[in-house]
């Protein structure tokens, strides 16, 4: 085993009675990675990630940790944690005894099992709140009361479920900062769900986009904010002016428009953020729909002969008014060429 | 003005014949006198002394509590894996279960007790001490799903699988995450089955035979005979006991919350 294998799912198929949800899967992750597991509900993320803890069984395919095959190993058993997107803690019982929770089961001795949850708390900041109830505690505490119960176990994998997603901004920010602290402290391999692209891009070693029960890219988070390979991950990642390509033409609602340089054979497509519009020159002109002010920049939606185009540009230049005809440029240099469309 | 008056009146009069019964019976069985009357004649506690020493009452109420505590732990045996399972599992006839549970409260009881005197008691001579254990567990058992259903609706399904991934066995994660938090719901199921069982009267007429009575049944069949106030005074005492019971549960428990 490599540590690149650390974790490695071979040919996955996931179905929930006769609906397939993720389909012939292939994914390898490293040994202490940070991964995200990224896309649109239904996409067959959370699912993926069950079937890593065990509570789906794969229909198909193997899933590895650790140089053994777990595929058919109960989840009891697997070393797997899972923080849920509730939290789930026992409602029954206090913080120390919810973190002890896992620890009790292994029948640990009881100064080693203190000494355990006791460290576990003070990782995460709860030392305080040992002896309260998780509905006396916040969203945010609870979060943590989840993760250390969790970490305790020192399982090979932690899986995270949209784990900033029932917290609020100011909150969001602290615990992003906090899963990166303890990831790079304890050294464990980490996925996460989550269908918020900022979330992914900031946290992530690595980010798996997925659609339709297929993963359509894999990459740094540099990778996929920078060069989308297909319409759907550039329009994810904030490219809003996607367009396919047809010999070497953009595939307008309008007809074909013919590009002023060559554009390579295999480009399915492409695609420009806001930024990477020009206005005031070009080859095209447009009609101004509507504007928006965004600090230090100023948004447009114009009408053209290619569709709906949003451009975005320093708020320094004079502005347009709505109605007004401009012309402006999709620069070929400054498009992502996107390999599926 | 005149609507406030109404409404203060209709409530009063719900009140008096809510409670009014019970202080009536309460009253007639101090009666110091021979036969049940309202207002008593003098007062005494004779007729509360001589409720325990009729012997049927005795053997009576040995059978209700009998068939109460046994008929209601059965039904929430049964009740409490089919409420989980209900709560938990998308089953392919989970609407027609849950009717089909709940048929005994909707099928009057006098339906219900002839029904198994005539289909289960006389063509296979069925013992009929069993036949009213039967009876009553199954009148008890909607009163079980309901509650405990109520209660596990309140819990998140997630705490079963968290469990599971610290090393639970799916048993063990339903013992020591799922009991737990519907131990109220539980507790209050049994108490609402024990008194609606203890107080069942239409099911257990039918079933009664030579020494097999409930208490009910049993004052019914005293009253024919004798009309004097140990009755009343046998009334007074059950309802103090039920009052009690509902007392405490809702003072431990909260038990108003699951019913």
């Known amino acids: ?341 | 003005m005149t609507s406030r008056f109404v409404s203060s009146a209709i409530l009063t009069a719900v009140i008096i014949f809510l409670i009014g019964p019970f202080f009536i019976i309460v009253a007639a069985s101090l009666s110091a006198g021979d036969t049940l009357a309202f207002p008593p004649r003098g007062i005494s506690l004779k007729w509360v002394l001589k409720v325990f020493q009729i012997e049927s009452f005795q053997s009576s109420f040995l059978m209700s509590m009998g068939l109460a505590i046994f008929g209601t732990l059965t039904a929430l045996a049964i009740g409490t894996p089919v409420s989980y399972a209900l709560a938990r599992y998308k089953l392919p006839f989970g609407e027609t279960i849950r009717t089909a549970v709940s048929a005994p409260i909707i099928v009057p009881g006098i339906i219900v007790g002839l029904a198994l005197l005539r289909y289960l008691v006389i063509p296979f001579g069925f013992n009929l001490t069993l036949a009213l254990f039967l009876a009553h567990t199954a009148l008890v058992l909607p009163y079980a799903v309901r509650v405990v259903s109520a209660s596990m609706n309140n819990l998140r399904s997630d705490i079963e699988e968290a469990a599971v991934l610290l090393g639970c066995t799916r048993f063990g994660a339903f013992v020591r995450t799922v009991l737990p938090n519907i131990r109220g719901g539980i507790l209050a199921a049994f108490i609402l089955g024990f008194v609606t069982s203890f107080n069942q009267v239409p099911v257990s007429l039918f079933l009664s035979g030579p020494g097999v009575r409930t208490l009910p049944v049993d004052m019914l069949a005293y009253l024919e005979t004798t009309y004097d106030p140990s009755v009343a005074a046998l009334s007074a005492l059950l309802a103090f006991m039920s009052i009690g019971i509902v007392f405490l549960a809702e003072r431990f428990l909260g038990f108003s919350r699951y019913v």
């Not at chain 1, 996931?14 to 239904?42: C, F, H, M, W």
């Not at chain 1, 916040?138 to 993760?147: D, F, H, I």
């Not at chain 1, 990778?223 to 809003?240: K, L």
């Open chain 1, 1 to 341: 085993m490599s540590d690149a294998s650390f974790l490695s799912l071979e040919r996955l198929t996931l179905a929930y009675g006769d609906t397939t949800a993720v389909k012939d899967l292939n994914l390898q992750i490293g040994r202490g990675e940070l991964i995200a597991l990224l896309g649109p509900s239904g996409c067959g993320k959370t699912t993926t990630m069950r079937s890593i803890a065990g509570l789906l069984k794969p229909k198909a395919g193997a899933i590895r940790l650790d140089g053994n095959d777990i595929t058919r190993v109960a989840a009891n058993k697997r070393a797997v944690g899972l923080v849920f997107q509730s939290y789930a803690l026992f409602p029954h019982l206090t913080v120390f005894e919810n973190v002890a929770f896992g620890l009790r089961l292994k029948r640990i001795s009881k100064p080693e099992l203190e000494k355990r949850v006791k460290d576990g708390l003070q990782s995460v900041g709860l030392s305080r709140f040992a002896e309260r109830r998780p509905a006396e505690l916040s969203g945010g505490q609870q979060q943590r009361v989840a993760l250390a119960r969790s970490m305790v176990m020192e399982p090979k994998v932690l899986l995270l479920d949209e784990p900033l997603s029932n917290l609020d901004a100011r909150l969001r920010l602290e615990m992003r900062a906090e899963l990166q602290r303890v990831q790079k402290e304890s050294g464990i391999t980490m996925i996460f769900v989550t269908h918020d692209q900022g979330e992914a891009l900031a946290l992530a070693d690595r980010i798996v986009v997925m659609l339709d029960g297929r993963i359509e890219q894999i990459g740094t988070p540099e990778q996929i904010y920078n060069t989308p390979v297909s319409a759907f991950v550039a329009d994810f990642v904030g490219f809003e002016n996607v367009f396919a390509v047809e010999d070497g033409k953009l595939k307008t609602s309008q007809g074909p428009i013919a590009q002023s340089k060559n554009v390579p054979s295999d480009v399915a497509g492409l695609a420009w953020r806001p930024t990477a519009v020009t206005l005031g020159k070009g080859t095209y002109n447009g009609t101004v729909r509507g504007t928006s002010f965004a600090g230090r920049t100023r948004e447009y939606l114009l009408d053209t002969p290619l569709g709906a185009i949003k451009a975005e540009v320093d708020a320094g230049m004079p502005p347009y008014e709505i109605g007004e005809s401009i012309p402006f440029d999709l620069p070929l240099e400054n498009a992502a060429h996107l390999m599926r469309y």
